[in-house]
């Protein structure tokens, strides 16, 4: 029965996406391809997908939001450093799992 519930009852899809995802490098390593999210987006498009879901463009996270799930001196970390300084932070890159190499580049 709860099998038939599910399949009879109108599920929500919540579609997050924004262009800027594209302008940024997140290292050879990572997981995060900006082309295929901009393809994958063309299709949710060109197939008019975007009419069945709940769209939402998000907004860069403030660091009352972020404060919410991460560390202070995370998000102190992260207020602090940049693709030009990050040689200054070596040691809190290696505390954070931070740079080209890891799931946390630094834009």
Do not use: W
């Amino acid at each position: 029965k709860l099998q038939n519930n599910i399949m009879s009852s109108k599920q929500r899809v919540s579609y997050f996406y924004h262009s800027d995802v594209g302008h940024f490098y997140y290292g050879p390593s990572h997981p995060m391809k900006p082309h295929r999210l901009k393809l994958a987006h063309h299709l949710v498009l060109s197939y008019g997908l975007y009419k069945k879901m709940e769209c939402y463009r998000p907004h860069p996270a403030t660091p009352g939001e972020m404060a919410a799930f991460h560390s202070e001196d995370y998000v102190s970390f992260l207020s602090r450093i940049t693709p030009d300084n990050l040689r200054q932070f070596h040691t809190q890159m290696q505390k954070f799992n931070a740079g080209e190499y890891t799931d946390c580049p630094v834009f």
